[in-house]
């Protein structure tokens, strides 16, 4: 019970906050997203470390901010009132990978701490994962007036959690990856599969109307697939560190990636799909 109490305090306060920045987008989305991604690559690391890596933190966390950037790069340069031109986009985002990408190799020359190789991999996967991940979430707020596609994603993922664990619970009998996540089964992953559609069909409908229909169903197919392999990603990483949950800094839930853990892939698949048409 008290588990339970934990849990809804915490997704009273925070869900109103998330809604809140998608519905109010520029540079309110982009700090709230900017603290969300600060918080799981500092689990990121963390989990690393237990690995006997050292990742860079001040340099990881600098790039990262650089890659959510760029994808607000429309956003800030209001804020600033600078003359936005595509062509800053691509100049920025090459200058500023090649910089961090040199700027770890030369920390690594003088630190002398571990393996400079598993140092400098740890510290741009980790950039990259959790960078693209958040950093095409705020580059899919950008892309629409309002932030109805924010929410449809963030409930279909809530939706889907909620049903595969309770469908699990219900008639689960082949589990569905034992080796890395034990209660998991085919039936709970099935059901949230099938409610992840739902969930974006009935969003559409409700308040996401500037997505056609079949567009409402692929993204619910991509959070219902995609999403429960980026729970399945993160509970492997969780599993090979050896801890339970990556932190404890929200009662009841874990830490920022456990509750994000979803989004990393979510978001980049479903940026994809809105700005190609495809996600192959």
């Not at 994808?71 to 910089?99: C, K, M, N, P, W």
């Not at 020359?109 to 980790?126: A, D, E």
Request: charge should be negative.
């Amino acid at each position: 019970m008290n588990n339970f109490i934990q849990r809804l305090l915490v997704a009273l306060i925070g869900i109103p906050i998330i809604l809140g920045a998608a519905i109010a987008g520029g540079i309110w989305f982009f700090l709230l997203v900017q603290v969300i991604a600060v918080g799981v690559l500092y689990e990121f690391y963390r989990l690393a470390e237990k690995k006997e890596t050292h990742p860079q933190y001040i340099i990881g966390l600098a790039a990262l901010t650089g890659i959510l950037i760029y994808f607000a790069y429309q956003t800030l340069a209001d804020v600033f009132r600078y003359e936005y031109r595509i062509s800053d986009e691509i100049e920025f985002i090459a200058t500023i990978g090649l910089f961090f990408i040199l700027l770890s190799i030369v920390y690594e020359l003088y630190r002398h701490k571990g393996s400079s190789f598993l140092n400098i991999g740890t510290t741009m996967f980790g950039v990259l994962y959790v960078g693209l991940g958040l950093g095409t979430f705020i580059g899919l707020r950008e892309l629409f007036d309002s932030g109805a596609i924010i929410i449809l994603i963030l409930l279909s993922i809530w939706v889907c959690d909620t049903a595969a664990y309770l469908g699990g619970k219900a008639i689960g009998k082949h589990k569905l990856y034992t080796a890395i996540s034990p209660n998991k089964t085919v039936e709970g992953a099935s059901f949230g599969l099938v409610f992840a559609v739902i969930t974006s069909v009935v969003c559409k409908y409700i308040f996401a109307g500037e997505l056609a229909l079949h567009d409402a169903v692929v993204i619910g197919l991509i959070v219902g697939v995609v999403g429960q392999i980026g729970d399945l990603a993160e509970s492997m990483l969780k599993r090979d560190a050896g801890v339970k949950d990556s932190s404890a800094f929200f009662p009841g839930h874990g830490g920022f990636l456990d509750r994000f853990d979803s989004i990393l892939f979510v978001s980049p698949a479903v940026y994809l799909y809105v700005i190609t048409g495809t996600i192959f």
